[in-house]
């Protein structure tokens, strides 16, 4: 595994510099749930390539100043997730600014490459310089290597030596161009405003902008707009399997992904929780926020009453002074506090997203159990995490999975739950749609690509 | 009217300098909701007073150096709510500061004054001077006035003078001190950590920081605390007048406030709305984030299903780029974005809190319309508001409020429903706990305190 | 004493509103030397005055999104200094702004009260609040006090009540007044630039706005400027005692102040100090930057080359971090650093302003001395300093000056110089002018004001 | 030309962590003079590099929690000229800090490659990428090249393919390198603080951090300093060719080059103006500040008494708002104001360092006539500069220097001087120490090395 993890993607191509920063700004922040860390705009500006990136949100990273210099006709811009692994650091935010043989190119990805390490070796090996620990210098550079070749050719010689999941977006000085893996891993939408295209990691930043979503991109497609307008070529597909954790949790609620809306899979993932397992209760609430979804959609098939459980400060900014050991043990609750009025001496079925560490769902268990509950009954849309995620989902490696050494049993009894459930594999993928084209590998450990033996 | 309006208020009486800031930093955190204009912190050092004040949120106006940097054993804080009339300006952020005759006073306060203008002319005749636009500084003033006399005893000369809503904290180099108007129109609670004690103005704060709540501030009240104790005083005790907003959306759901819980009662007012007036639909959904609450009770009691309708972007901070016109006008929807497959085709019920302008309301059935719902019900959990309240609620003048001059039906006709209707004040009372003791003025155009002519 | 200390003021009053804040803007820049701790603007835009006032430097204070909101026909502005004694805080800087009976008041002003805290006390006794620390409060208090009377006869009575060292600009909504103290002791200039009227304790600001200087303010004059023009009035005046250290070292040399040029009254200094003490040498170097005008007049009598001995760093800013004890002890020279080739084997005359503690000039006499000067023979441009000021300059306390409690010999000593002369007196003054009407309280303990008792 | 401009570098190898980011910033606050555009900082912490850089000045980018960040045992810093031709980029601020088959290797630069173009070309060609248009990063390409080399045979191939002027300090894992181009046509020293050794550009950043001055870094040689101690090796040695700017203006003037004191080069080109041309005045005047020294020496030589003529504010900073053209036209001086009492009625001599576009001379001229200067003699401390200089010093094209297309006679009729003289050539050399060895070819056309056509 190697080059770095989720991020959210926006690509514009227009016919003039009016607008195109404030679309791809605004593109961003729909986005930035995919990835807080960093983010970054590149613009084309007549060849001239201008950008700016920074850690942090999109918020604070672009002020009106910053937006105005942005001037061109094309863009692309990214919002980016630090990695575990990963140190903080500006160099590592995209998108990647590069000139070679051929002029500039500007690059951002959202995935992770198998063969990072072997790619960068080699190069390496040839005399390449890294200023990044980022995927796409590889990419970079492996399109670098082939420009003889017509920048499509370049793009799938190169993409033809890499493994793993990935959707790109690259920007020229004339042209605009995306890019999927072969299995589809990773989201990425076409769409349109006027007469202008767009690309994006989902169709929610296609909608934000007043955009109208075309289509998907099909796994293995590479979409070339230029002034002549929008054409696709074929890189390889393989095997359709879309990462079922963009449906789970990653994707917004309000997103298309592949035909299949995010917000239904969750709140059918609800309802079928409440068929494979029925459970008695006075209420359902869900985890803030991440359990809601599907806690209403539990509350609908149970026809036990949905109610709001634990309250989220909604203020708690980038500047927030985490409470000293010694205030925390005092009880302290800034970020979540319990509706003590709605939970006290009720049986409540407590809904999750899914359980990967299980230190979460262990301190709400707790915190609800402080305030007066009865019982709690656990409920997860997801299947138990036993597989560490090597292509761009962060994550931790596997002995910290709690699924990966623990029984179900075990685990209820860790969190301190009255039962705890997870949905089926079945099941999950049921709710996403039915029928399968999937990335299951975090439940099965199989996964679409082999894992590098690196990792 | 006059002073300045909405705030949340905190202070804490330790016998130590350890963790005073922290709390009242956690503490204002837990009121954000009340105040989003400034914020500031005094301190009391041994008698010397250092405090923090400015624009912005409590995450943006504190620092770990600030925080770090304000030492002592007694302190009080605010977030404010900066009034239509006032300009945002730093000199009216509190807590105000000031020396007198006997040393040093801080105060902060939530409320107004109905006798504002006619107190500063007053005290500008006797030649005072005046710094900002604050309630408060008319409150020290009048104080200092009585300086003679013993602190509680001017005090009490000071408020008998005011007429007026306030909750206030008035921090002296050894003790701390809260005053509730004679009606209890604001509300003001005691808690308790450790051997530590807090006044706040809503229960939520003191429970974030490890509090236990002991009790309401009685109206009329001034409970003082010293190193002898905490003792109370009345001031004078009138008919208790609660404002009846602080249930219906002033404060944070899991707040209780003089034996009422806050989500309880805008649950109960969802139930209420489907029993005075019962509806058929596809689904409930409520108004981000106001309607949320009285809509899961709508559902409950209607057994129509509770859904998510529109999608908030949790994102949009401080710095955001507001969409000129033009990008507008192009239908980007930055902060909301409806969620289409839940709406599409439906008959829906659409739930609020109130209806005072009536334009975010039109623009939400607008949207909503625009993603293909059938019809929209709108459900309004309280009565119609047509007087503007001059006791700290900053509504905008009467002729901007839409019920002032348009009827019920005509209401419905501009915002574009298909059904409208306002929960009747009975409703709404029984709703809030189903007795009196409540100031309901905004519908009914009596107030517990004569509104002054110059308003 | 009491109050605070060193200020640079300036007024603009003008017919339009277009220039008004640049003008003050680039006036304190010229005034800068006269404080750093803290400025600010207040400017009057149809009554309404709006301010910026801050700790720091006017370019840090001052972006162009201030001075461009900063909009209106009459405007004050101040630069300070911070005293020993005073805490640094945002609620020191000036210009204060109130509002009293007569509407509102701006006011900021350049000296100290002798009666400060008498006034103060007096103030509070009949129930005045204070929320700064500025002598200004007390001159705004004492002048609502006088309301009922015209607002000039109100400056007068307040005055009257004043003892001590002032220059006061005041602005109201219609007009812009300048005061002087009786004794003149703080400097006052008056300017005109196309019709707009300029105050400014400097002329050096008048100069470098492109402004024309006129006359200085008269000793007990007060000057009012409004749509009728300019008028005077005198408050009362006495023996003229202007601050001979204006002249030493605090205005800038471009300055012209009571018909005197400051850099002929040093360069003169510099000559009459090799008169009174003729020396042979081989270089006069002047210490940086205090003594380097005196430096070259020095040298012009005695016809001894002057060079350069120490180079000052001009990068050292406001966020540079100061080396620690350890970094320092390594022998770390930041911001001077000898010129060796110039310094090695070479006797030297090095001259500087005046001796206050004693610190400074021995740092610099031990690293000529480390950089191989032979001799190094130290000239002062003042006599000895025995006296603390109470009229506006920040000296130390008696017992921190180290004329007061060591003799010449021993200062000698003390700094190890190989010799040591002080100008006398009577050469100062012949520097400054010749005739007398000056303040040399500092080094005669002779003031023209009595001293308070509790200073 | 190509690659970048005037820079100031530092290294610093210690056997231990405690103090290097220390010693590097305060190096780097020496050598601001050498480039305030943008600063940086690279570190070696076991082999891991952690670095900051950042547009601004070393006050501005390093914060003491960026520099208590920055440990190790090895560092490297850069403050950097942005030339004329460059976009301000933070993308182009050093050191650069790259990963390769061997590692890591950070580089920083002063100097410029007259074969920038030729060598990325050919780099390009093999499929290189390039993120900045720094030629540290072709140096950094080059010695990726010879990766299978030792490092030090690595940097020799690598430098013979290199045409330029250069000095540059490399940080490995484990080493710190320095090297100075075969002509030694920018200055490096060498120096000691305790254990620990210091490569610098000038010898007064090692002064002011407490170290020893050991000796300059030949031309042509490479410098290795590591755990076994400092040793040497020859690249290739030519003749010897200082830039004869670092004497005139570009060095600070307590530092040693190549056996010359710079003040003394200036001071002595004083007098040899006076001796080559002599005139009678009342007074000589050094324009600020970069003629300074050169007037002191005129002065001492002519017996015309020297005198401070203009006052330059020191508190302009990097915040300072421009006057706008509307106000610059009322005559607003701040940065500049004359000395009116030292100018009126006088013959004056100006010394300036050198004329380049003549653009600052003639203002200075006009301001010296308008405060009332009978006449106005030009004398310029160096010869007319006729050619753009390609190998470090950011001269403008040649179409807009002055002494390009116009004569001596009528550069002194189009800058308003009563008389105006050059130092000669011989002149100079005499006053920088008398013999060879240095360029001139700003002067005369000959370089030490061939212009590339490009330029």
Redesign the interface.
Request: charged share 20%; net charge negative; proline share 5%.
């Given at each position: 595994m190697g080059g770095l993890f989720l991020s959210g993607i926006i690509g514009v191509f227009s016919k003039d510099n009016q607008?195109v920063s404030?679309y791809i700004?605004?593109g961003l922040?729909?986005l930035?749930?995919r990835g807080?860390a960093s983010t970054g705009i590149s613009i084309n500006n007549n060849g001239f390539i201008d950008y700016e990136k920074n850690l942090g949100?999109?918020?604070?990273v672009?002020?009106?100043d910053v937006?105005n210099r942005l001037i061109g006709n094309i863009a692309i811009g990214q919002v980016r997730y630090a990695s575990y692994s990963e140190k903080k650091s500006k160099?590592n935010a995209e998108p990647?600014?590069?000139?070679?043989?051929n002029g500039a190119l500007s690059i951002c990805m959202d995935g992770a490459l198998a063969n990072y390490k072997e790619l960068r070796e080699m190069l390496?090996?040839?005399?390449?310089?890294?200023?990044t620990d980022l995927a796409v210098?590889v990419i970079?550079?492996l399109i670098?290597?082939y420009?003889k070749d017509s920048l499509i050719d370049a793009i799938k010689k190169a993409l033809n030596e890499v493994k793993g999941s990935f959707s790109l977006i690259i920007m020229t000085k004339d042209s605009l161009i995306s890019v999927r893996d072969s299995h589809g891993i990773r989201p990425l939408s076409i769409g349109k405003?006027?007469d202008d295209f767009i690309f994006s990691s989902e169709t929610?930043a296609i909608?934000?902008?007043?955009g109208e979503f075309i289509r998907d991109c099909d796994p293995g497609e590479i979409v070339i707009v230029d002034n002549k307008g929008l054409r696709s070529e074929m890189l390889l597909s393989e095997k359709k399997a879309l990462c079922i954790f963009e449906l789970v949790y990653l994707a917004?609620?309000?997103s298309?992904i592949d035909n299949r809306?995010v917000?239904?899979s969750r709140?059918n993932a609800g309802e079928i929780l409440y068929a494979e397992c029925p459970t008695k209760a006075d209420i359902v609430i869900g985890a803030p926020?991440s359990g809601?979804?599907a806690a209403?959609g539990y509350?609908?098939k149970s026809k036990i009453?949905?109610?709001?459980g634990i309250?989220k400060?909604?203020?708690?900014?980038?500047?927030?002074?985490e409470?000293?050991q010694?205030?925390r043990e005092?009880?302290?609750?800034?970020k979540l506090?319990?509706?003590?009025?709605?939970i006290k001496d009720k049986d409540l079925i407590l809904v999750d997203d899914s359980i990967v560490r299980g230190t979460t769902i262990k301190r709400t268990v707790e915190m609800l159990r402080n305030a007066g509950a009865k019982s709690v009954h656990v409920r997860i849309a997801s299947p138990p995490v036993k597989y560490s995620c090597f292509l761009g989902v962060d994550t931790p490696n596997e002995e910290n999975l709690i699924a990966n050494y623990l029984t179900i049993e075990e685990i209820r009894k860790a969190i301190n739950a009255d039962s705890l459930y997870f949905i089926s594999l079945r099941g999950l993928v049921e709710a996403a749609g039915g029928n399968n084209g999937f990335c299951t590998g975090c439940f099965t450990g199989e996964y679409p690509i082999e894992r590098s033996k690196g990792e």
């Open positions: 607008k404030n700004y605004y922040y729909a930035q749930h807080q949100l999109v918020g604070d672009f002020t009106s937006i160099v990647l600014v590069v000139g070679y043989k390496e090996e040839n005399g390449h310089l890294f200023q210098e970079a550079s670098a290597k420009h405003i006027g929610c909608e934000c902008i007043g917004r609620p309000d298309y809306y917000y239904s709140f926020d809601t979804v209403i509350s609908k009453p949905y109610t709001e309250i400060n909604r203020y708690i900014g980038r500047t927030f002074i409470p000293t010694d205030i005092e009880g302290v609750r800034i506090n319990p509706l003590t009025s709605n």
